[in-house]
C-alpha cells in the first residue's frame, strides 16, 4: 500500500487541514501519516485562534515518521511561521517522493495562518522542491514574482474567479498550459476544498499516475464530493466536503 505523508495544520471541526488530508488519502487507498504544524482553532464558522508548533517538535515528528514509513508522495499544507518552513525543507531535500504544496496562507473566513517573513523562504527553499504547488487567485496574485522564477508546476485554482466556471490552470515549468473546466456548483459547504484537492492528486501521484493524469482524477474527485456536499449540513457556517 502507498504511504502519503501529510505535513499540514489540525482542523479540529475535521473539515480541513490534517484531518481532511486524512480522509481524502483513506478514500484514495493509500496509508496516510502526518506531521503536526499548527494547531488550529476553528469550526465551518471560521478560524478563532491557531498556535504553531514548536519547530524542534516538528522536526522530531519528520524524522521519527519517514525514518520508518517512507511515503510515496508528500503533501504540504499549512506552514506557520520560518523555523517550521526551515525544519521541512531540510526534512524534503532528500525525499525522492513527488511533493504538493498547498499553500495556506489566509483561511476563507480571513485569518492569516502563515507568518508573512515564511513566505519569502518557502518560494526561495520550498518550491524547488515541490512537484507541484497549488494556488488558489489570491495566493497566485500574492507570489506571482515568485512564480515566475520559479522551475516548478503550479496549478492555480480558479474556483474564486467571477463567473459561472472554473478554470483551473496547470502550468509546466516548460511554459506548456492546461486547462480544466468545471461549471461552478453553487454550494455553503466548501470548508476543505484546496486540502482535499492537494491531497487528492499526493494520493494519485503516489499511485503512479503522471501530473496531468493526477490532477485531472483529483479534479473529478472534488467535484463529486462538492456536489455530494450540496444537501449536507454539517456545522452553522461553511460546511466541510464529504
Given at each position: 500500500?502507498?504511504?502519503?505523508?501529510?505535513?499540514?495544520?489540525?482542523?479540529?471541526?475535521?473539515?480541513?487541514?490534517?484531518?481532511?488530508?486524512?480522509?481524502?488519502?483513506?478514500?484514495?487507498?493509500?496509508?496516510?501519516?502526518?506531521?503536526?504544524?499548527?494547531?488550529t482553532?476553528?469550526?465551518?464558522?471560521?478560524?478563532?485562534?491557531?498556535?504553531?508548533?514548536?519547530?524542534?517538535?516538528?522536526?522530531?515528528?519528520?524524522?521519527?515518521?519517514?525514518?520508518?514509513?517512507?511515503?510515496?508522495?508528500?503533501?504540504?499544507?499549512?506552514?506557520?511561521?520560518?523555523?517550521?518552513?526551515?525544519?521541512?525543507?531540510?526534512?524534503?531535500?532528500?525525499?525522492?517522493?513527488?511533493v504538493?504544496?498547498d499553500?495556506?496562507?489566509?483561511?476563507?473566513?480571513?485569518?492569516?495562518l502563515?507568518?508573512?517573513?515564511a513566505?519569502?523562504?518557502?518560494?526561495?527553499?520550498?518550491?524547488?522542491?515541490?512537484?507541484?504547488?497549488?494556488?488558489?487567485?489570491?495566493?497566485?496574485?500574492?507570489?506571482?514574482?515568485?512564480?515566475?522564477?520559479?522551475?516548478?508546476a503550479?496549478?492555480?485554482?480558479?474556483?474564486?474567479?467571477?463567473g459561472?466556471?472554473?478554470?483551473?490552470?496547470?502550468?509546466?515549468p516548460?511554459?506548456?498550459?492546461?486547462?480544466f473546466?468545471?461549471?461552478?456548483i453553487?454550494?455553503?459547504?466548501?470548508?476543505?476544498?484546496?486540502?482535499?484537492?492537494?491531497?487528492?492528486?499526493?494520493s494519485?501521484?503516489?499511485?503512479?499516475?503522471?501530473?496531468?493524469?493526477?490532477?485531472?482524477?483529483?479534479?473529478?474527485?472534488?467535484?463529486?464530493?462538492?456536489?455530494?456536499?450540496?444537501?449536507?449540513?454539517?456545522?452553522?457556517?461553511?460546511?466541510?466536503l464529504?
Open positions: 500500500m502507498e504511504i502519503v505523508m501529510t505535513i499540514a495544520g489540525s482542523d479540529p471541526s475535521g473539515g480541513a487541514g490534517i484531518q481532511q488530508d486524512l480522509k481524502t488519502i483513506t478514500a484514495h487507498g493509500c496509508y496516510g501519516t502526518t506531521v503536526i504544524t499548527a494547531l482553532s476553528q469550526n465551518t464558522l471560521g478560524v478563532v485562534s491557531s498556535v504553531a508548533v514548536d519547530a524542534d517538535v516538528v522536526a522530531s515528528q519528520l524524522k521519527t515518521v519517514m525514518g520508518d514509513l517512507v511515503p510515496s508522495a508528500v503533501k504540504v499544507g499549512m506552514i506557520p511561521n520560518r523555523k517550521v518552513a526551515e525544519i521541512v525543507v531540510e526534512a524534503l531535500k532528500d525525499c525522492d517522493a513527488p504538493v504544496y499553500p495556506v496562507m489566509i483561511s476563507t473566513s480571513g485569518y492569516e502563515m507568518d508573512s517573513e513566505v519569502d523562504f518557502i518560494a526561495e527553499h520550498l518550491f524547488p522542491l515541490c512537484t507541484l504547488v497549488t494556488p488558489n487567485i489570491p495566493e497566485a496574485e500574492r507570489l506571482k514574482t515568485h512564480m515566475k522564477k520559479a522551475t516548478t503550479f496549478l492555480v485554482k480558479g474556483g474564486h474567479g467571477t459561472s466556471v472554473s478554470v483551473d490552470r496547470l502550468m509546466a516548460d511554459g506548456t498550459v492546461w486547462e473546466s468545471t461549471g461552478k453553487a454550494s455553503s459547504n466548501l470548508h476543505g476544498t484546496g486540502c482535499t484537492l492537494s491531497s487528492s492528486i499526493a494519485w501521484l503516489a499511485k503512479g499516475s503522471s501530473l496531468h493524469e493526477a490532477v485531472a482524477k483529483a479534479k473529478e474527485y472534488v467535484t463529486l464530493a462538492i456536489q455530494r456536499s450540496v444537501s449536507h449540513g454539517i456545522g452553522h457556517g461553511n460546511g466541510p464529504i
